[in-house]
């Protein structure tokens, strides 16, 4: 059996106060810009990051078969995850090796939901 994970729309960072979107100066072109962060950049930039991912061959692999198939994916299209790789990433998101700021975390709901509540593929 593998886990089809649907791929949330990119999200829009705000104060939770006033509701108007964060903003920074990009790097690249220094204007002053929305954050955003994709379904990507959140398991590349936490998720795999979780050291259980690097434990061996076969959760590096796992690591890269997830990131591959998330950056190809388009918003609102399911990826099929192994059930090993799932129950990897479920236990990163359940006790993640680092501390989220609440206040970024707190709108990441769409991204936790498509982790904690995946449909399932039978083979």
């Known amino acids: 059996m593998s886990k089809n994970l649907l791929v949330p729309e990119t999200i829009t960072l705000k104060n939770l106060i006033t509701e ?12 002053v810009e929305e954050i955003k962060i994709s379904f990507y950049s959140f398991l590349v930039g936490t998720l795999l990051r979780d050291p259980a991912f690097g434990t061996n061959a076969m959760t590096i692999m796992h690591a890269i078969d997830i990131k591959d198939k998330v950056k190809n994916a388009e918003p609102n299209t399911s990826v099929e995850i192994d059930d090993e790789a799932y129950e990897i990433l479920l236990g990163a998101i359940k006790k993640p090796a680092i ?7 707190i709108q990441l709901g769409p991204f ?12």
């Open 20 to 31: 108007a979107p964060l903003l920074a100066q990009n790097a690249e072109t220094k204007e």
């Open 99 to 105: 501390n989220f700021n609440p206040e970024v975390a």
């Open 112 to 123: 936790l939901k498509a982790i904690l509540s995946p449909g399932e593929n039978k083979k």
